[in-house]
């Protein structure tokens, strides 16, 4: 036994029209064989039931709960629920089954209620036949259950929110209504919630959170209030509505306008603001259709009638708003002339909300008015969803020139941002904010929700609420049976799907009703027709992406997982149809259907291992794609999910975890590169897998150089020739690649740039060697580096870092590391225009991929700017990589910038911050780190000779020349000893010794070809006072 959708009257089984309202059943999907719902359950049992049965004769037992089951079975039935079972003296009912609606937790709110009320009269008549009193605890639970048939057809409910209600029930007092967490938050709002304290039930390892339901509003709409946020993106539908008010007005006739748009759209909130705007000028009535009930035909106009100025009993409305035996066309007649004469003495604005579950009786109510009202200045407004033209598709032509239909769009990303902030969702974060925008696509009620539901679960991930789910999945329960299965199986491809896949997903005897079902949903406003991925194909798009979801919801996960796998293969087939990444696709469903499996069958993972290892494959290989065009978040994902699908003791995961290792260190994310390194190490020596173990060690070696850089340099020389040893036997040039990229960091982080370039140069051959384009550009663009910090003349320099540049035009975060280099060899030659031009194209380059590891700051931009005299420009340039690099974790680059960044401050007159940075980089400086040392004593040197501290200025000055001569980077050791003039000049030291450490200065310029580096030690020499 069902319930019809119309009436809630019980149906039986089959049945095409019900026996009460004569609503035509057909058009309802059955319950599929097997089907994932969001249902709500309501269990309700006698207490004392046991003593009764001592009391009483079982036949009298029988007629007593017979009595009591009447009485529950016709309040449930009432609102639409459908009887599971009776179970000794209890009643198990579902709301959601066979159909779903948006209210389904508030009819089974009012459902209890109802069999509560209903109670107290089935008592008197057993106290005076039985001489006994029952008394009923009940709870209501709503979650995601499996429906299926059993043996005699009827619909069988399998999940943890029966047991939960049966729970809830077990819980609750004589006479009380528990209800569950995600019933409270669909029934808020209409409902009196008391709490209560959390229960510790039988069978669940959490406590459970519930509410006891005290009452359910049943009043009608009050005229709507006074809106408390601003209308936002409405204004040319507010001025369709006022312009049709204003024409009422002027011409003294009737207008019908009809705002038509989805659940959620605005519709109510317009109609708010249009009586707002117009006041004190108009009476305005509001009435509404019901989705269910008894006697609700004209249920709006006894609302309406409640509204309406003097006493609408004079008229007769109330007689025959309760009398519905009344003939149709006294109905019509009697309700146009009450509107009329109320009109007359003042424009009347009446609103009629959700037309859509209008009975055929009152939409010929409401277009008689609008054809043949007359004389009066009568405004009828009428709010329906799309689904009111499936019913009535030729309601567009009803009124003729008297009506309109104003549809409401979604509104733009600008306009729902405005509202998010007007809703207070300016608390999110920024990536809160946009997830929560792109999830709502302009619905302003999704918005709304999401937030509430948000600020309820602050823990949980950003997601649609219960309500917004309930009433996507009421609409697609309402589908005929052909429509939902086509709906079902493009969900999953996505989004966008396409007519061919559908042909392979569905039975292909069925591809004849296909294109007339498309048609079907598309005019429904379900899908739209897209732009394809595939070449000749016919594509189409869900016209919400919360649609998608959750008619995705609504299969079986074991269905889920032959379908994707099913969509795999085709898509394997048909990968050669201009299909953009079919790896990542291919990856993603046989990922999904393996997921789908295990969560069926925990125990059977290596059944389906072999569905893993394919899965894993391609996502793999799509990870390694994306790292290796630098798009390091796409990385990161695909690498982590190919890693994921495998076991342990699979050798081919100790190799994604080691290329994951390197992408999350590349991206900055250096913690957690260094705990998935350790996990790779650790499985791989588990496992005896030198090759992985290597592979892992040399990419957390690579990780940990930016953060522990000295007991990383002494790991790299011990474990050298070890690793090499394991590379050479394998014959893997790609780790003989990463070992010698990962020696010659260590030979560049002691500023000895020679023996790095030497060991780019092997790491170069072996990239090439390895086919790995992405790792011959890193190696390439290090050498680009080390032209412009290390000995190489700037003439040499620039040609080397050209002909480096020509290359690699594949590799665009490379090329924009070459071309920094470039520009702060040009700033050296005193070109400070051409390395702009340079700098700008770099710029350009890394504002559109993000800034890795090696790109977060940018020295030589800092350079340009400092040496043109625009100091402020470079604090900019080096606070946002500092902050950048403080974000990472990382500190091997972090003391240099921080070093240089008090260079600039210090140009500036900000001696104070530039101490503070001084000390930032001698804190975070290794020991071997000879740029940052030589760095932050130049810079506390000048501070300190300023200060008057001048034995200690010199004493820190000479320890940074002395550092520099170790290196061969002769720009730096030149700069540190222009340092060392100024301080000896403030501390009055000999002219001998100033023009000494100048000389020597423009000596390793102009071995460098630096000559800004000349031109400014030339300027000091020339000099008779301290500088």
């Known amino acids: 036994m069902s319930a019809c959708a119309s009436c809630g009257g019980p149906v039986e089984r089959g049945a095409r029209y019900c026996p009460l309202c004569g609503a035509p059943l057909a058009k309802l999907s059955p319950v599929a064989a097997r089907a994932r719902k969001v249902v709500t359950v309501l269990f309700s049992d006698v207490t004392g039931f046991t003593a009764l049965g001592e009391r009483l004769d079982p036949e009298s037992l029988h007629q007593v709960i017979g009595r009591w089951f009447q009485r529950a079975d016709r309040a449930i039935h009432h609102h639409g629920g459908t009887v599971e079972k009776h179970i000794g003296d209890a009643v198990m009912a579902v709301f959601g089954v066979p159909v779903a609606h948006e209210d389904d937790a508030l009819r089974a709110a009012r459902a209890a209620l109802e069999m509560r009320a209903a109670l107290h009269g089935l008592n008197r008549e057993l106290t005076r036949r039985w001489d006994v009193r029952l008394s009923v605890r009940t709870g209501i639970n709503t979650g995601e259950v499996v429906v299926s048939d059993d043996a005699g057809g009827q619909p069988s409910i399998l999940g943890d929110a029966v047991n939960v209600a049966q729970r809830l029930e077990s819980a609750a007092e004589p006479g009380q209504v528990l209800i569950g967490e995600q019933t409270a938050r669909l029934v808020r709002g209409a409902a009196r919630l008391h709490p209560v304290a959390d229960l510790t039930v039988k069978g669940k390892a959490a406590p459970v959170r519930a509410r006891r339901l005290v009452a359910v509003d049943t009043d009608g709409p009050e005229p709507p209030a006074r809106a408390s946020t601003p209308l936002i993106g409405r204004a040319a539908e507010l001025g369709s509505l006022r312009h049709a008010f204003d024409e009422v007005v002027a011409r003294r006739e009737p207008r019908l306008v009809t705002a038509l748009g989805p659940a959620g759209i605005g519709k109510s909130r317009l109609v708010r603001e249009l009586l707002d705007e117009i006041g004190d000028a108009t009476t305005a009535v509001v009435g509404r259709c019901l989705p269910y009930g008894e006697a609700i035909t004209y249920w709006p106009l006894a609302e309406i009638a409640r509204q309406l100025p003097g006493d609408p009993d004079e008229a007769g409305l109330a007689e025959l708003v309760a009398n519905g035996r009344t003939q149709v066309e006294e109905t019509q007649r009697t309700v146009r002339r009450l509107l009329e004469g109320t009109a007359r003495n003042k424009p009347l604005v009446v609103v009629v909300e959700d037309i859509h579950w209008a009975a055929p009786t009152l939409l010929d109510l409401i277009a008689h008015l609008a054809e043949f009202a007359s004389r009066a200045p009568l405004l009828i407004v009428c709010l329906a969803r799309p689904e009111l033209l499936e019913g009535r598709p030729g309601w567009s032509a009803v009124g003729g020139e008297r009506a309109s239909i104003v549809r409401l769009d979604p509104l733009t990303t600008d306009e729902g941002r405005a509202l998010l902030g007007e809703l207070g969702g300016t608390e999110l974060s920024a990536n809160e904010r946009t997830q929560l925008l792109t999830t709502a696509e302009g619905n302003p009620f999704f918005i709304q929700q999401m937030l509430a539901h948000r600020a309820e679960t602050p823990d949980a991930p950003l997601a649609a609420s219960p309500t917004i789910q309930a009433v996507l999945t009421a609409r697609i329960d309402r589908l005929a049976p052909a429509e939902r299965t086509v709906l079902e199986h493009g969900s999953i491809e996505g989004r966008t799907f396409h007519r061919g896949v559908l042909v392979d997903l569905l039975d292909r005897e069925r591809e004849e009703d296909l294109d007339p079902t498309l048609a079907a949903l598309a005019r429904r406003e379900l899908i739209r027709p897209a732009r394809p991925d595939l070449e000749g194909e016919r594509a189409f798009r869900f016209s919400h992406i919360l649609i998608r979801d959750a008619t995705y919801a609504l299969m079986p996960k074991q269905r889920r997982a032959e379908l994707h796998e099913r969509l795999a293969r085709w898509l394997e087939r048909h990968a050669e149809r201009g299909l953009a990444e079919p790896g990542e696709m291919i990856g993603f469903h046989l990922e999904q259907s393996f997921g789908y499996r295990v969560e069926v069958e925990p125990a059977a993972r290596e059944t389906y291992a072999q569905l893993a290892t394919m899965g894993s494959q391609h996502l793999g290989a799509a990870g390694r794609a994306a790292l290796g065009r630098d798009d390091l978040p796409a990385a990161v994902r695909l690498l982590e999910r190919s890693a994921a699908l495998l076991p342990e003791a699979d050798t081919d995961r100790g190799l994604l975890l080691a290329d994951l290792g390197t992408a999350l260190t590349e991206a900055g994310r250096l913690d957690d590169a260094q705990r998935i390194l350790e996990t790779a190490t650790r499985e791989a020596a588990a496992r005896g897998d030198d090759r992985a ?46 070992l010698w990229s990962l020696r010659a960091l260590v030979h560049w982080i002691a500023a000895r740039s020679a023996d790095a370039d030497a060991a780019w140069e092997r790491a170069v051959d072996h990239a090439r060697d390895a086919g790995d384009d992405r790792g011959l550009a890193a190696a390439l663009s290090w050498l ?73 700051v940018s020295h030589p931009e800092a350079f340009v700017a400092l040496n043109s005299g625009d100091a402020v420009g470079a604090e900019a340039t080096l606070r946002a990589g500092y902050e950048r690099l403080v974000q990472m974790g990382e500190r091997a680059l972090l003391s240099s910038t921080a070093a240089m960044l008090a260079h600039a401050l210090y140009e500036q007159g900000c001696q104070e911050e530039a101490w503070e940075f001084t000390r930032v980089a001698e804190d975070t400086a290794a020991a071997d780190d000879l740029s940052a040392q030589i760095g932050w004593r130049s810079e506390r040197a000048r501070l300190l000779a300023r200060r008057g501290d001048t034995t200690e200025a010199k004493r820190i000055s000479a320890e940074a020349v002395r550092i520099a001569a170790r290196t061969d980077w002769l720009a730096e050791h030149g700069d540190a000893l222009v340092s060392r003039a100024e301080v000896l000049r403030h501390a009055g030291g000999s002219a001998g010794a100033v023009a000494a450490a100048l000389r020597e200065a423009i000596g390793l310029y102009e071995r460098k070809g630096n000559q800004i580096g000349v031109r400014r030690a030339h300027s000091m020499l020339a000099m008779d006072v301290p500088a």
Do not use: K
């Not at 070696?701 to 474990?719: H, I």
């Open 693 to 738: 173990r290597a592979h892992a060690i040399v990419a957390r070696l690579a990780g940990r150089l930016q953060v522990d850089t000295e007991a990383s340099r002494r790991e790299v020389r011990d474990r050298f020739d070890w690793l090499r040893a394991i590379f050479d036997a394998a014959g893997d040039q790609l780790g003989l690649h990463r």
């Open 784 to 856: 680009a580096s080390s032209a412009y910090f290390g000995p190489t003349p700037v003439a040499e320099g620039i040609a080397r870092c050209e002909a480096i540049g020509a290359r690699m035009s594949v590799d665009c975060r490379a090329q924009a590391v070459v071309l920094d280099s470039l520009a702060g060899l040009h700033a050296m030659r005193g070109d400070f225009d051409r390395a702009r031009e340079l700098l700008a194209r770099s710029n350009s380059i890394l504002a559109e991929l993000g800034r890795g590891m090696q790109s977060a």
